[in-house]
């Protein structure tokens, strides 16, 4: 089991930065991929960033070259690093876990609140 917990969100101007962060215990994450997902009001959620066990990224093609993904399994942490924030970007932003070895396993964060508005 893993519990995951989101921090970091708040009220942000347009162009702003935000660092958003997710704290794991109850397993190691470093045999897990990491993601960042976002839900908008009225929209579905999607998958705004990856990085896999072997630390490969992926990007939400709407924010790439504005957030960066890291982990420092060290810790147990994972960070979202958002910068030139979009009112756009507006949404709950959720951390998640998962690996396919030695089972096919998921575990998500009960998610931080991300406002970007003047």
């Known amino acids: 089991q893993v519990q995951l917990v989101e921090s970091g969100g708040e009220l942000v101007q347009p162009g702003g930065s935000l660092r958003l962060s997710c704290a794991a215990s109850?397993?190691?994450?470093?045999?897990?991929?990491m993601n960042w997902y976002r839900q908008a009001p009225g929209k579905q959620r999607e998958l705004v960033a990856r990085i896999t066990s072997g630390g490969n990224t992926n990007y939400l093609d709407s924010v790439k070259g504005r957030f960066t993904i890291s982990r420092e399994n060290a810790k147990n942490m994972v960070y979202l690093q958002m910068n030139s924030l979009k009112v756009e970007d507006t949404a709950v932003y959720y951390c998640?876990?998962?690996?396919?070895?030695?089972?096919?396993?998921?575990?998500w964060g009960q998610g931080t609140q991300v406002t970007v508005s003047s």
């Open positions: 109850g397993s190691a994450l470093s045999t897990y991929n």
């Open positions: 998640k876990a998962d690996r396919r070895l030695p089972r096919i396993s998921e575990y």
